[in-house]
Structures are given as structure tokens and as C-alpha cells.
């Protein structure tokens, strides 16, 4: 079955980074696009940005711009979301998500990862 | 980037009534090519991810009991469940996939009254 796994809790202090995985299991890494979206605590679902996992292109959220980059490992079939430049408002639960193409919607999601950024 | 905005915030609703959620967007996500929405709609519960409800505005996700439908077009859709049941509880959002720079809703918060 389709599993997306993250990496566990982290905490971090305000100006450092932080690398989230994604291990994905049970399809075909490479077919489909991983998303990454957070959200903060009672706040709404956050798009940060995209990866197709075959061709390796990314886009990212205006908003991110300059300080999140996704990767991606094929050989362990694992996507990776880095964000740089860590303030507090940045503490927040980050999800991955598989989409099936570049318009699609997100049918599978990780269990997600809490980020907390604190001094 | 395309503003996606619910009505209500919150919603309380007997067991066994219908729910509504709505959403707007700020621009239409339909696709004359291929009269298809780019709107999905999600059911997050406490501590969990969200999970897709319903997708291309009005199919329905496989496992997805009948109860919940998704309706609209263009710029104004709905999200109803029609017999409201207490593993109903949890927040609902719709998202746009029109353009790829997704967006969501900020959330409806459904409770039994």
C-alpha cells in the first residue's frame, strides 16, 4: 500500500535550518509529484512548494522563495524539504504529499513532521 | 495566486441533519478544455493529515461514503454531507489545483450541535 513516512520531531533555533524526509513506499517514485505543505498551530494548510520526483523540476510558493528547497533522493525513493533562515513563525507541522500529475489533487499524505523553532 | 475562502468558519450540526460548507474562489477554476474544476475538498481530524474527500469538485475519492458530495462550478462550490455522523467531526477545506501554485481554503470547523 502507499505509505509516505517523515522523518521525526525537530526542534531548532531562530537563523538555523532544517531537512525534512519523505520515504515513499508502495508506487513508483518516480510517476508522481511531491508537495509540501505545513501548517502552524490552529492555522490553515500552507502550500510551500513542489517536486516531480521523475524529472527532479521544482516550484516553490512566493512566499518560500529564496529560503525552502526540495530535493529528492531516487535511489531510496525519499524527498527531502529544506528551510533555511528558521524564525519562530516557522513552527509548524510539515506535511509531504503525493499528486498523480501537475494538476491533480493530493491523494496520499505524510503523518507529519512537527517543526518547533525556539531559542 | 488564486484566494480560496469557506463559509462558515464553524458549523454545529445535529446528528443525522445535513451539513453545508461552501467555497469561493477568487477566480474561476474551471477548465474549458476540459470542463473540469480543479477543486478538491479535504477532512482533516485531530492529530491526523487531511484526507481527500472529493476531488474534480464533485467525484468522490474511493472509500468516501455516499453521505458526503461536493457540488458547484466556476468560482462557487459545496460541500454537503447529508446525514451528519459523529465520525464527521473535523475541519474541512477545499483546495484549488487550477493553477500550480495550490491553494486552500482557511477551514471550516464542524461540531455537533
Known amino acids: 500500500q502507499v505509505q509516505l513516512v517523515q522523518s521525526g520531531a525537530e526542534v531548532k533555533k531562530p537563523g538555523a535550518s532544517v531537512k525534512v524526509s519523505c520515504k515513499a513506499s508502495?508506487?513508483?517514485?518516480?510517476?508522481?509529484?511531491i508537495h509540501w505543505v505545513r501548517q502552524a498551530p490552529g492555522q490553515r494548510l500552507e502550500w510551500m512548494g513542489w517536486m516531480n520526483a521523475g524529472k527532479g523540476n521544482t516550484k516553490y510558493s512566493q512566499k518560500f522563495q529564496g529560503r525552502v528547497t526540495i530535493t529528492r533522493d531516487t535511489s531510496a525513493s525519499t524527498a527531502y524539504m529544506e528551510l533555511s533562515s528558521l524564525r519562530s513563525e516557522d513552527t509548524a507541522i510539515y506535511y509531504c504529499a503525493r499528486v498523480a500529475g501537475d494538476l491533480a489533487p493530493f491523494d496520499y499524505w505524510g503523518q507529519g513532521t512537527l517543526v518547533t523553532v525556539s531559542s | 495566486d488564486i484566494v480560496m475562502t469557506q463559509s462558515p468558519d464553524s458549523l454545529a450540526v445535529s446528528l443525522g441533519e445535513r451539513a453545508t460548507i461552501n467555497c469561493k474562489s477568487s477566480q474561476s477554476v474551471l477548465y474549458s478544455s476540459n470542463n473540469k474544476n480543479y477543486l478538491a475538498w479535504y477532512q482533516q481530524k485531530p492529530g491526523q493529515p487531511p484526507k481527500l474527500l472529493i476531488y474534480?469538485?464533485?467525484t468522490r475519492e474511493s472509500g468516501v461514503p455516499d453521505r458526503f458530495s461536493g457540488s458547484g462550478s466556476g468560482t462557487d462550490f459545496t460541500l454537503t454531507i447529508s446525514s451528519l455522523q459523529a465520525e464527521d467531526v473535523a475541519v474541512y477545506y477545499c483546495q484549488q489545483y487550477y493553477t500550480t501554485l495550490y491553494t486552500f481554503g482557511q477551514g471550516t470547523k464542524l461540531e455537533i450541535k
Open positions: 474534480w469538485a464533485s
Open positions: 508502495g508506487y513508483t517514485f518516480t510517476s508522481y509529484v
